[in-house]
Nanobody
Framework: VQLQASGGGLVQAGGSLRLSCAASGRTFMNYAVGWLRQAPGKEREFVVAISWAGSITDYLDSVKGRFTISRDNAKNTAYLEMNNLKPEDTAVYYC????????????????WGQGTLVTVSS
């Protein structure tokens, strides 16, 4: 499977961005999908994941209430709506796909996108 992430950019604190993750090469709807991020000088961390049917979501505590993940299986695409962005959200965001939201949370996804840079200025 190939995952193509897009939508990153530069935004001021308090602003919004929407990331997209487009999948090809396998049946997208059979897999969970999510995002992890890596800030400069820090380890990669889990951000959010959604189950194949969209019935289960899992969020990093610091993004709850600000970030919303969704998916459109007909378009083989997942979305991450990020609101009220903070400078500490600055990172490269990677979309990932795996069997369950748990595998993505543990960093054990079996497919990864190339990453898209989100920069939040103060």
């Amino acid at each position: 499977v190939q995952l193509q992430a897009s939508g990153g950019g530069l935004v001021q604190a308090g602003g919004s961005l929407r990331l997209s993750c487009a999948a090809s090469g396998r049946t997208f709807m059979n897999y969970a999908v999510g995002w992890l991020r890596q800030a400069p000088g820090k380890e990669r961390e889990f951000v959010v994941a959604i189950s194949w049917a969209g019935s289960i979501t899992d969020y990093l505590d610091s993004v709850k209430g600000r970030f919303t993940i969704s998916r459109d299986n007909a378009k083989n695409t997942a979305y991450l709506e990020m609101n009220n962005l903070k400078p500490e959200d600055t990172a490269v965001y990677y979309c990932a796909s795996g069997r369950t939201t748990g595998t993505i949370r543990r960093g054990e996804a079996d497919a990864w996108g190339q990453g898209t840079l989100v920069t939040v200025s103060s």
